[in-house]
């Protein structure tokens, strides 16, 4: 969720759980959420293998959640008075999960693109004969919608594809 407030809630109902897979992390976590300490979280949570950040053992349970925070922060408007923000705050995020693995990155882009998820596997003709009969006026992706995640396929592949690998994008 966009929302700070509601991913605390969620993030309290997590912790709950006392998962000795996530609770290790929880200032971490948190610092991700709140507005004021994201930036900083970002430069000192690393998530490359090669840190010892994250424990081996714990990456398969923790990802998910870090992978849900990163991708809310990278849609989340900055508001009108910060020009510039949200494409900042989007390559801040494409720099933080960098370090992920191609599986939690694949797990990010299913994210990101989950509203074409009906259409991705499609040839071009039953792509366009499933458009052609679900077309409706009113849940209809706006134009800006659109525009914005061809923008992020660019970024990630600008900043994760590598020269042959096919599976992420």
Same mark, same amino acid.
């Given at each position: 969720?966009?929302?700070? $407030?509601?991913?605390?809630?969620?993030?309290?109902?997590?912790?709950?759980?006392?998962?000795?897979?996530?609770?290790?992390?929880?200032?971490?976590?948190?610092? *991700?959420?709140? /507005?004021?300490?994201?930036?900083?979280?970002?430069? #000192?949570?690393? %998530?490359?293998?090669?840190?010892?950040?994250?424990?081996?053992?714990?990456?398969?349970?923790?990802?998910?959640?870090?992978?849900?925070?990163? $991708?809310?922060?990278?849609?989340? +408007?900055?508001?009108?008075?910060?020009? /510039?923000?949200?494409?900042?705050?989007?390559?801040?995020?494409?720099? $933080?999960?960098?370090?992920? #693995?191609?599986?939690?990155?694949?797990?990010?882009?299913?994210?990101?693109?989950?509203?074409?998820?009906?259409?991705? +596997? =499609?040839?071009?003709?039953?792509?366009?004969?499933?458009?052609?009969?679900?077309?409706?006026?009113? #849940?209809?992706?706006?134009?800006?919608? %659109? *525009?914005?995640? =061809?923008?992020?396929?660019? +970024?990630?592949?600008?900043? $994760?594809?590598?020269?042959?690998?096919?599976?992420?994008?």
């Amino acid at each position: 969720h966009k929302n700070p $407030f509601i991913q605390k809630v969620a993030l309290d109902c997590i912790m709950k759980y006392k998962n000795k897979h996530i609770t290790p992390y929880k200032d971490q976590l948190y610092n *991700l959420i709140d /507005g004021k300490k994201f930036k900083g979280e970002l430069r #000192t949570f690393k %998530l490359g293998s090669d840190s010892d950040c994250i424990r081996a053992e714990d990456r398969d349970e923790l990802m998910p959640v870090v992978l849900r925070i990163a $991708f809310s922060k990278m849609i989340t +408007n900055t508001g009108i008075d910060k020009k /510039g923000g949200s494409q900042m705050r989007r390559s801040l995020v494409m720099r $933080f999960l960098s370090g992920c #693995t191609e599986s939690e990155l694949i797990v990010f882009t299913d994210m990101a693109y989950r509203v074409f998820i009906d259409y991705i +596997n =499609l040839d071009i003709e039953s792509l366009s004969q499933k458009m052609n009969e679900s077309y409706k006026t009113l #849940t209809t992706l706006a134009p800006k919608r %659109l *525009l914005g995640c =061809l923008n992020l396929v660019d +970024n990630m592949r600008e900043q $994760f594809v590598k020269p042959g690998e096919s599976q992420l994008l």
